[in-house]
């Protein structure tokens, strides 16, 4: 994957995609004035990584959705879908990643709602490729908030809910975020891209570009079982622009749109379908946001005990886990991965039992590749 910007865009129709083989994009149009969305698909088939016994045929889809200061370049994600016999798909969302146009300001929106018309297209787009099959919605971060508020506006659209770390509550606890969004909503009134002295998510992208010597050797148990060039110890490759090593800014207009969806979710019915939810057992408590190689093995973006107390409400059939990870299970240490994954085939297999390959029919090799 390359580190700069790709010089041409998706086009209209797909073509083939920034992560390599087995991997296209193509441009869709978003109604409503908010410009273009793009989507990404899997082809097990043109994929020379793709997992062993991946089947040829797809029974059910997945549709990932990122976070902020974030866009799709998790392969192991798509590779586990289609091994699971799934169609895989993401979205940059508009003003994101892929979808990022000359004149855009990265990950601006007023209202968590301005993205549901990319969640609709993208779905569309979808059926039109699998007609009939049951879909389900992943969402990580910001993403995992989006898609399960859409969910509730949108019952019976998809089968089920898997978020990872999802941002479904104020770091703060709910208590004390409806003071926040008041304050919030002041200053966006006042100026609504004002940028708010508020934490970022630096640490986590620094952890995202490699072990640094100066923490000391890498863990032996990774070097030795070989994987001293996977990503979460080599550093993956990004594209600085769509996921600044930085982080990004927080403007009083965007975080006000986030805590006026924290406000409408925790108002919501519980959802009625199944909802899968990871998080890490720790938060980072470096809270004048210095580094220290913790950071690795914890969330360093949201308080995990906060999303997860939000999550236990949100459905009244939720599985949660929880492992000693980063912000990301995605881009955590193999042996998190290897979990993770484990889960996700167990779960799918639970809820779509005609569709989804499950542990034993997977097999181990398959169950817990490893495949960045």
Excluded at 182 to 209: E, M, N
Aim: hydrophobic residues 40%.
């Amino acid at each position: 994957m390359p580190a700069d910007e790709p010089a041409t865009p998706p086009g209209a129709e797909w073509g083939p995609d920034i992560l390599g083989d087995g991997f296209e994009a193509r441009r869709l149009s978003v109604p409503g004035g908010s410009g273009i969305a793009t989507l990404i698909r899997h082809r097990p088939e043109g994929d020379p990584q793709a997992i062993p016994g991946t089947p040829q045929d797809r029974r059910w889809c997945a549709l990932y959705v990122h976070g902020w200061n974030d866009y799709f370049f998790q392969r192991e994600l798509a590779r586990h879908v289609s091994a699971g016999g799934g169609a895989f798909y993401a979205i940059d969302l508009h003003h994101y990643g892929r979808s990022l146009q000359p004149d855009d300001m990265p990950g601006w929106c007023t209202a968590l709602s301005d993205y549901a018309p990319d969640l609709h297209v993208a779905l569309r787009a979808m059926s039109e490729d699998h007609p009939g099959c049951p879909i389900i919605l992943i969402g990580h971060s910001t993403g995992g908030l989006l898609a399960s508020l859409w969910a509730t506006r949108n019952p019976g659209r998809v089968a089920g809910l898997w978020l990872t770390s999802p941002w479904l509550e104020l770091q703060c606890g709910p208590g004390k975020r409806r003071l926040w969004h008041q304050a919030f909503h002041v200053a966006s009134v006042l100026r609504q891209r004002l940028v708010l002295p508020l934490g970022t998510d630096q640490l986590y992208a620094t952890s995202l570009r490699g072990w640094n010597t100066l923490d000391g050797p890498p863990p032996a148990k990774y070097i030795d079982a070989g994987y001293g060039m996977d990503p979460s110890l080599a550093g993956f490759d990004l594209i600085d622009k769509w996921k600044s090593a930085e982080g990004s800014p927080v403007r009083a207009g965007w975080i006000y749109a986030i805590t006026s969806a924290h406000t409408q979710l925790s108002r919501s019915a519980p959802l009625d379908i199944p909802v899968l939810l990871h998080a890490s057992t720790t938060t980072h408590a470096g809270a004048s946001g210095e580094w220290t190689n913790d950071v690795l093995w914890s969330d360093a973006v949201l308080n995990a005990d906060v999303l997860v107390a939000a999550g236990a409400m949100l459905a009244n059939d939720i599985d949660i886990r929880r492992y000693r990870m980063r912000h990301d299970p995605l881009t955590s240490f193999p042996d998190v991965r290897q979990a993770v994954w484990a889960d996700f085939h167990a779960w799918t297999a639970r809820i779509l039992p005609d569709a989804a390959r499950g542990p034993s029919e997977l097999g181990d090799t398959a169950c817990y590749a490893i495949c960045p």
